[in-house]
RNA sequence: GAGGGCGUAGCUCAGUGGUAGAGCGACACGUUGCCAACGUGUAGGUCGAGGGUUCAAGCCCCUUCGCCCUCUCCA
């Protein structure tokens, strides 16, 4: 993964922010050749997305898939992030484990989930478990527990540090009183020394050590700012952390104002912003990002099959762009992975280096079920119903009666970061018999650079002609991309440049080119060349980006 | 937020208190003319930042910023 920080910075791909002032902790800029990669990955969604969607596929219906762009602003009325559930859901308080050499952090909500997982309370449970209605004969299962395979699992327990007190405690406290050992939790309190009164009111101890844990602190996901001339914390607003809830903000809008009907999906690529505890793993996992997300309505009763049909799709997508390898995965979450207002949800997972050998989220495709325009419709006491013309018993005049429902959404949500990166690393080559070992096997489509051209020597009339056939490309490929054209240094390095790049062709002018109208044509990939005639090269290049 | 590792030329790094270094890269000129080639030369550094100890700090001490790994979360 360094070595591939280094070519991504080395080349102009992706630069920390800041740098000059020390750089900024989960922050990343895109360099020029970053820049038009990320561009190129975005226009590749929005072509295959939006203006084409899924390639012309009919979907479930048999009809073909019909979907809108939107853009939304980055900043929203306050009351949408708390009809989203972002508010509460993103502000979730964390606590920490206070013993030295532990300080593990925890979600307090996910506290006594872990606690039931945790190694030592299962052991104390398993061994407690048989007597635990006897006085006397329980105290004595769990002093030997404590002083046994507590002592291996949870050195912080006070019942492990402090035998005597502890037990002096567990008899007075827990010898009467309304509570029961079949709730790990008093059992767990009992002998990390918590009284029955402090684990009833939440208190719980460190389900890896045993230990005492922190109070618990917020952890503010959100970002926030202040509109309006004067600074009053009345107006304080929030930078989205998701581009979705733009789109069902406006849901009702499109319906109104476009010919859109049910099925139908509205798109929206832009940059969302998370406050993340620990940003880490190079652009992975960044504060500021940017999301490419589509929310597919359809009526409740297709809902599966166009959950199915956007899931398989999105699969077969970024492989077409060039994760084709076995370092791609399509992964259905289990039922209690899944968000609170989610049915189902799938993630394309990338095997990145730094996850290695898991896998890393690239895109998740959420069934929301009506969740969100429903959440809005309380809120904002808008009507979010869709009167859909299709449905209801047939009348007599032949048409139907019509049917109201919310719709469902099915949510195919990708990263473009991550997907700019896990192109990279999947692109990024070492071959050291190569005299250029390291290369970028970008697919043609998404390569920053397009083609390079080359006169071997920088005289004879060959920049001359060699800048003339990069004027041409130029005119043809310069929308998708950089066509390079250089004429210093020898020819290896030039070529070795553009395999850092990912350029796919080179194009190299020579002395024969003077005389026969050839040129050489070299392969990234293989290094291999051929010569074709310099009027079929922009025919060439066209069959090889695939237009 | 806690623990560990790291920060010296564009890049990779050496430099254990006494004149700031190497290789690669960049640039210029020359030779060669299809794979990071050769020769000559040039430019490039407040040693991450701030403070302290010392006659003297890249090196020792304190603070701080950033990166990487681990713990939590996620597109």
Redesign the pocket.
Known sequence: ??AI??LC??RGFIY?AS?I???????WDYGPLGAQLKKNLRDAWWQDMIMNPAWGKRGPDGEKVRCVPLETCIIQHPKVWEASGHVAG?N?P?V?CTE????????AD?LDA?LKESEWVRSLHDAVGPTAHGGKELLDTIAKWGSKSGKKLAPNLLIVRNFKFAMQQLEREYSFGNFTFSDVRYLAGAVAGLSVHQVSSGVKPCP?CGGML?EP?Q?N?MFDTITGAVRDPANKVYLR??TAQGIFVQFKNVVDTTRVRIPFGIGNTGR?F?N????????????E???A?LEFFCHPDESHAWYKFWRDFRMEWWKSIGLAGENLILREHDKDEL?HYSVG?S??EYRFP?TAPGF?????I?HRGNYDLTQHQTHSKAKMEYFDTTRGETLPNGGKKGERYIPHCIEP???L??GALALICEAYTVDPS??????LKLHPRVAPIKAAI?P????DGLPEIAEKLADELFAKFGRSGFIEHDA??????R???M??AGCPY?F??????VKDQT??V??RDT???Q?IAIDKVSGFLLEKLGG
């Open positions: 993964m360094d920080m280094a910075k080395r920390q740098e002032y020390g750089g900024i902790n989960g922050f993103f979730d964390m920490q030295e050499g532990c300080n593990k952090l925890f979600r996910h872990m890896v922190s602190r952890f996901l952390p998701e969302s998370r993340e505890v620990t940003p880490r793993n190079f652009t992975f996992r960044s504060r990002f940017e999301q997300e968000s949800t993630d394309v730094f890393g989220e690239l895109e998740g959420a949500a990708a990263g970061d991550r190569r005299p250029s070992p390291e290369f080359f071997l020597m920088d005289k210093k240094q020898n020819i290896g390095k070529y070795a440049r395999d850092e080179c190299t002018i020579d002395a024969d080119t040129v050489t070299r392969d290094g291999s060349q010569r």
